[in-house]
DNA sequence: TTGAAAGCGCTAACAT
DNA sequence: ATGTTAGCGCTTTCAA
């Protein structure tokens, strides 16, 4: 690969000439942009961001470390941090921990090693990640689930409202005995939705904790159904597992919502496709990653600056899963 | 942040032995392994991965460029791509094109100057980007869609013949008039499937282009409904636009499959849970990850070796949406 | 306005 | 087995 050097001498300037040219400085005669421009044309030359980014001792990479790539959830979130990121002037990797603490550590750790100048991270629930994130110097930012026992820039919903608005739903259509299916205890999104169903609740919570996924929903269920105090309504505390849920029903051939109610946390994508339709919380999921993504420009502006906590509203979305 | 330096003077010994420790160097004192080992925890040392990647003149992350993060197709194929990825020691980033040309180019040009180890690129189409790749000495398995014009290795599912038997399921269930909803010209996979679906077609085929969103599937389906030439079934080349396609005709009370039969090529996340269920030709994602992966690996390794082209089949999923 | 030179933090010859 | 040293490619003072 060709070097500024090599630029350089092709143009008949010096390398600071061209990493002046290339960096849009004003103070360049224009007769030898023209020069440098050329001769970086001929050779087809690419500055190499590595050296620069050595030399500057930062980078325009903002990791972004998502703990499920295959929940759409994140798919929006993503849409929205790239959107602003963008225009700030980064570019955005994605990593993803797929819920395995020992994954997000590895990219914790990439993503200090590299530089980066920015995370962005849904925690799985490492704490040593997180003891790793706010020892150091980069500046962070939490979406969705809160960092574990961090001071940090957060945007997450209103998760226990968004919970407990579900349960007072189930209630009203009729339902009297609601279980709750959530997820691992210390992720904050599983424990607060889990607050928000139980504060709710007028009886004794019943509850299974599972991890966040479709197949542990459908086995939740599946328990559910044949414990001996079996629920006329579940609470599900987010999309995969819902999905899990319903399809765990449909094999067993119990009628939604006559037999049994169902309320998801989480949009899922065709949740207007499926059949019973879905009643869930839906979430600002767009708009919680600009937020994000314009606190961490700011963080990186201001890293002294107090750590902000964005709670964004979770909206219902009644359909006919819920509608005895 | 603490160097290699800090580190050598805190453990009494060179950046040289720092640095043999931290690689795993066998030719290492025990004594002087413990002291730097030490000295590393109490600064709190990270080692600086731009330094290093600099030195080394290479990197070990690899680049994965996708056209849509919002597709489930790729959930399961960058799955498969980090495991392998993993066991080689190197760490995917996404990048996410959202099938804009422009923003492909944008990647393409960062992968190359972050000296990334290898690109894995589902092309969105951009002429430009796959020349830049093609040019420049990175190592570049497409996988999905061909990559424009390009001599690399390359993993697909057979787009043709996965076409044609969706094709004929659809005239052997009994419909006479089969239309095709495809993406847009240049993408392989638009162009493929299109071949197939015409080459398995009696008569003149009936062809809408859009885009490969849920909302041009959409506004093909609408446009096709309202045509004189109205069809009694249509093969619709992937999967979000085949969810569009549903989603209008549940809008326009159209009966599936009575009045309509539905194809796509692809699989959706909960195509057993929608209404009516929806018939697909399944690829095997996970796979195609994992071998795309394989390839990036034996290319790094080789780079001079021809390039292979593997073609894994794809299985037509017989649902509701197509069983008149 | 331009060039010379130092140095970002690390690794790998080479020397000892 | 360990240290010395040069240099990866770039940017940014500093001097002219």
Redesign the interface.
Known sequence: ?ATIYDVAREAGVSAATVSRVLNGARTVDPAMVARVLTAVREL?Y??????R??RRSR?T?W?VIISD??N?FF??T??GI?DVAQQAGY??????S?EDPAKEE??V??A????MAGVIISSSGSVKAAKTLL???VPVVAIDRELPRGEVDTVVVDNEAGARTATEHLLTAGYRRIACITGPEGVSTADLRLRGYAGALPSEPLVVRTDFREQGGYDAMSSLLSSSDRPDAVFVANNLMA?GA??CL?DRGVDVPGEMGLVGFDE???A????PTLTTVAQPTYELGRMAARLLVDRIATPAAKPAKVVLPAELRPRQSSAR
């Open positions: 690969m087809g690419r500055p190499n961001a590595v050296a980014n050595l980078t990479l990791a790539i295959g759409p798919t929006a993503v849409r790239e570019s955005v990797v994605l990593c993803n797929d590895t990219y750790a990439a200090l090693s590299e530089q020892e150091s110097p999905v319903l399809r449909a899922i994508p065709w207007d496709l499926v059949r």
